[in-house]
């Protein structure tokens, strides 16, 4: 199946056409707000007080940011007030990204107001260059797609997961590339997903992950089964950690794991991936999208959730969010802010069905169609994944 995109001089395939201003901060909020078609970084994670391998991740981000198929050129802020870290060395962020091909230009100075006015002329000539580039036709296997369940419940695994699941397996088999995680929720199914690894490496990989992510909490006194399953978890029918994992591993269907990455690490290949990161939305969607997401999935569940966190917009900063779920509740709270609705528990249509019909909606939102989320220009604060403790 085909989907209408922006080709990029490294051959990947965007299905939007943003200028990035990196990292966050006030200069990247100034040039954004005076000139559309901008995209910019609302994060606190400026290094400060991070430990290198913190640092690293950050980075990590930052480029990956730059380098997603729907940027078409970066800008980046080189009077950040993370700038003097060896690890987020403007120079070195800008060299990065621009190996792909891509328009990359730093901003440097000592006053403010010249940086944000030359900033701003910038933008708009990056702009209006991006915007003399047509969408063209592509197969999918150029496609990368993330996803992330929330507010999770007994429609969860037996539904609206597995719909995902199936868009994950023909997305795959067209020679795309997914994206799961979340590795707070997949302890209890850990040996499940170990059993679909390509090779011994990517199995032990697995198994790490869950283990590494159960003793994390017990270092700190806690079970983490008596963190998780969250209140809105246990009100929507959900009764042990186990029981929530074996359903939230469900949207990464049934194909073979070819890897596990770090946070926001591009995978060297196609296919289906695992990422260690963690659950929470602030921070989970960007990651995705620093791996290459086009497009990041959000499978909701019920747990009252609905109505205010279908204003989350953000995402992946530069991947758009589509809200989909298979809960009547949800539906019915969520109108027609949800992107899509899979109706496999009112017994109207079937896993197979509702799975094939999400992804000729994916390429309708591919091809140029707005997520619902894209009506807002409201931002939610993102977040970087970081494990280790701040000095």
Known sequence: MTFLGYERPDGSVGIRNYVLVVPGGIVANEICSFVAGTKKLISADTGSGRTKSDREAIARTLVGLGLNPNVASVIIDGTSVGAGYPELRPEALADRIAESGKRVELLAGDRILDIICRGIDL????????????RKTFDDSHLALGVKCGASDTTSGIAGNPVVGRVFDRLVKAGGTAFFGENTEII???????????????????????????ERAKSTGQDIRTINPVPANIAGGITTLEEKSLGAIE???????????????????????????????????????????????????????????????????????????????????????????????????????????????????????MTKAETLTYITPNQVYTTEPVF
């Open 188 to 214: 209890g199914a850990e040996h499940v997903l170990a059993k679909r690894a390509i090779n011994e490496d990517v199995t032990k990989q697995i198994i790490e992950v869950a283990l590494r992510t159960d």
């Open 251 to 369: 949207k990464a269907g049934s194909l073979p794991i070819q890897g596990v990455l770090k946070y926001a690490e591009r995978p060297k290949r196609k296919g289906l991936y695992f990422v260690d990161n963690w659950m929470t939305m602030s921070s989970i969607f960007m990651g995705y999208a620093a791996s290459g997401a086009q497009l990041v999935i959000f499978q909701l569940g019920g747990g009252g959730l609905a109505g205010d966190s279908l204003f989350y917009v953000s995402g992946g900063v530069v991947a758009p969010l589509l809200w989909t779920s298979a809960n009547p509740k949800t539906r019915k709270e969520a109108g027609w802010k949800l992107d899509f609705y899979a109706p496999v528990i009112e017994g109207k249509e079937t896993i197979e069905k509702a799975g094939d019909r999400l992804y000729e909606k994916i390429l309708d939102i591919a091809s140029g169609t």
């Open 123 to 134: 933008a708009r000539d990056m702009v209006y260059e991006a915007s003399k580039l047509r």
